[in-house]
Nanobody, 125 residues
Framework: QVQLVESGGGLVQAGGSLRLSCAAS????????MGWFRQAPGKRREFVAA????????YYADSVKGRFTISRDNVKNTVYLQMNSLKPEDTAVYYC??????????????????WGQGTQVTVSS
């Protein structure tokens, strides 16, 4: 079992930056591919970014490619999402997720087994 706790959300103006963190406990993160998803009010949860167990492979949604960067520090058991050039349409609750050990990196929510509680990101225009 793994527990995930996101932090770093907040209110930022369009064009600004935020860095989200996802701290894991209960199991070492190096056994799991990790992902970030987001959900805006009235919308379905959508994929944002994913990273393989040791960081060699990353995937991004087209809407964030070139602006967001996912990274991880397995020593600190933490995954990050650096978000630059933020837009109002990036406003959402952002969730960190982990797959079960031994499974590969994924881009669908149903591929992930553990979820954090989410952190709100609000981008004002």
């Amino acid at each position: 079992q793994v527990q995930l706790v996101e932090s770093g959300g907040g209110l930022v103006q369009a064009g600004g930056s935020l860095r989200l963190s996802c701290a894991a406990s209960g199991r070492t993160l190096s056994t799991s591919a990790m992902g970030w998803f987001r959900q805006a009010p009235g919308k379905r949860r959508e994929f944002v970014a994913a990273i393989s167990r040791y960081g060699s492979t990353t995937y991004y949604a087209d809407s964030v490619k070139g602006r967001f960067t996912i990274s991880r520090d397995n020593v600190k058991n933490t995954v990050y999402l650096q978000m630059n050039s933020l837009k109002p349409e990036d406003t959402a609750v952002y969730y960190c997720a982990a797959v079960s050990p031994g499974r590969g990196i994924g881009v669908r929510a149903d591929e992930y087994d553990y979820w954090g509680q989410g952190t709100q990101v609000t981008v004002s225009s």
